[in-house]
């Protein structure tokens, strides 16, 4: 497996492998905010074909009770396995842990994630990857537009966890 930054040649290949939910075109926007500086969108690629992407949005989770408490904590995003046959076989560690290194180099002493309250198996892993919870809870929105272009919005309520990030010794 190789995890990379997303090109702009690999849009219509993710787009054909990991498809956008709901017509949101999730791939090009992160990508756009990766050429604008606001994050890095990585894609985790097995034997040529996308299996998972995340993105770190650098300045940290877009909820107002996560920026008062954790100010400049960037933000491990959106994290993806796909098809769901291929979870649980460490390709969302391997994403984390691309994370952590880039956070690292860019000198920053912690990386958060939020976590939905109701993904009980996701929370265990980020937990066994070292990440603490922090009792920070706030409501996770977006919308999406479904197959009759009706926009439908969501609030999930989720909790910032979040992982001291030590550099490597030298």
């Given amino acids: 497996m190789d995890i990379r930054d997303c090109r702009e040649e690999d849009l219509d290949v993710l787009e054909s492998h990991i498809p956008s939910p709901g017509r949101t075109l999730r791939h090009a926007k992160r990508f756009e905010r990766q050429r604008r500086g606001l994050a890095t969108f990585l894609v985790a ?4 074909v996308p299996v998972g992407t995340t993105q770190i949005l650098w300045q940290g989770c877009d909820a107002a009770a996560v920026q008062a408490r954790h100010p400049a904590c960037p933000e ?21 842990h691309a994370a952590e290194e880039r956070a690292r180099r860019h000198g920053r002493p912690r990386i ?19 990440y603490q919870e922090t ?4 409501l996770d929105r977006y919308h999406y ?3 009759d272009g009706v926009r439908h919005e969501v609030a999930d309520a989720c909790r910032f966890l979040v992982k001291p990030l030590v550099a490597p010794p030298d």
Avoid: E, F, K, M
Wanted: overall charge positive; aromatic content about 8%; hydrophobic content about 40%.
């Fill in 135 to 138: 009792g920070c809870h706030y």
């Fill in 112 to 130: 958060g994630l939020g976590v939905d309250d109701r993904n009980h198996r996701a929370a265990a892993l980020y937990l066994r990857l070292g």
């Fill in 76 to 96: 491990v995003n959106g994290l993806v396995v796909w098809p769901p046959r291929l979870r649980s076989r460490g390709i969302g560690s391997a994403l984390v």
């Fill in 45 to 48: 690629w097995s034997d040529g």
């Fill in 145 to 147: 537009l479904d197959a």
